[in-house]
């Protein structure tokens, strides 16, 4: 079965420096990847998404991901913070093992300070 | 297009009780999932449907109950509320070759006291 662990509950930055959330991934099949983004009181809303073609994904608002099979990693990155990125980030898997049907992990709270 | 409808967005239920929380889309998707979001464990899959009159349960169905209809809609029935069911719950969709991109409802809160 297909699972995905977020290294970090919650990620605090200051506004104009690098983000990253971490994301380590299980799979017994080619899996598929995403990031989902959670902003307060709304429902998710999908950043990127990796189904193996290029290891380097670019999604909305800047962010980007690389997925590493050596890792089994799908860190999420943006070099430059702003003060919309205060949200929830969940690392999502999905792959043949469970009907393609998505696992998420257990979410990022970022929090950007000015 | 309002994409997909949840209602309602807060309730307050005493242990015991029933209800039905609502979605419907206007997206003619096909595919369509309830998740229980509680915090610190991601989302968790309840039930989905993959079109009208067929359903199937997810990773944690014991204690609710669904139906599909018609395309457009997709109730979630909870027959009785326990206080493990206090949760925030997303209904969403998507459509049959977009297997990855799903659109969210905005969320109901649910308390059972």
């Known amino acids: 079965a297909q699972s995905v662990t977020q290294l970090d509950s919650h990620v605090s930055v200051s506004e104009g420096t690098p983000v990253l959330l971490r994301c380590n991934y299980s799979?017994?099949?080619?899996?598929?990847l995403f990031w989902y983004v959670q902003h307060p009181n709304k429902g998710l809303q999908l950043l990127l998404k990796?189904?193996?073609?290029?290891?380097l994904v670019k999604g909305i608002n800047g962010f980007e991901a690389e997925f590493k099979k050596s890792e089994t990693s799908f860190h999420l990155t943006k070099p430059s913070a702003h003060m919309s990125d205060a949200a929830e980030y969940f690392c999502?898997?999905?792959?043949?093992?469970?009907?393609?049907?998505?696992?998420f992990g257990a979410g990022t709270t970022v929090t950007v300070r000015a | 297009n309002a994409g997909v409808t949840q209602t309602p967005k807060f309730r307050i239920l005493k242990i015991g009780q029933s209800m039905t929380l609502q979605c419907t889309q206007d997206?003619?998707?096909?595919?369509m999932y309830w998740y229980r979001q509680d915090p610190g464990m991601g989302l968790k899959l309840i039930y989905y449907?993959?079109?009208?009159?067929?359903?199937d349960k997810g990773e944690v169905p014991n204690g609710y109950n669904v139906s599909r209809s018609t395309t457009e809609d997709f109730p979630l029935r909870l027959e009785l509320a326990a206080p493990s069911q206090t949760s925030v719950y997303f209904c969403?969709?998507?459509?049959?070759?977009?297997?990855?991109?799903?659109?969210f409802g905005s969320g109901t809160q649910l308390s059972v006291l």
């Open positions: 969403a969709s998507r459509t049959a070759n977009q297997g990855e991109k799903l659109f």
């Open positions: 799979s017994s099949y080619s899996p598929s």
């Open positions: 990796y189904t193996s073609a290029a290891t």
């Open positions: 999502v898997v999905s792959d043949r093992s469970n009907d393609y049907k998505l696992s």
């Open positions: 997206m003619n998707h096909n595919y």
């Open positions: 449907s993959v079109g009208a009159g067929i359903t």
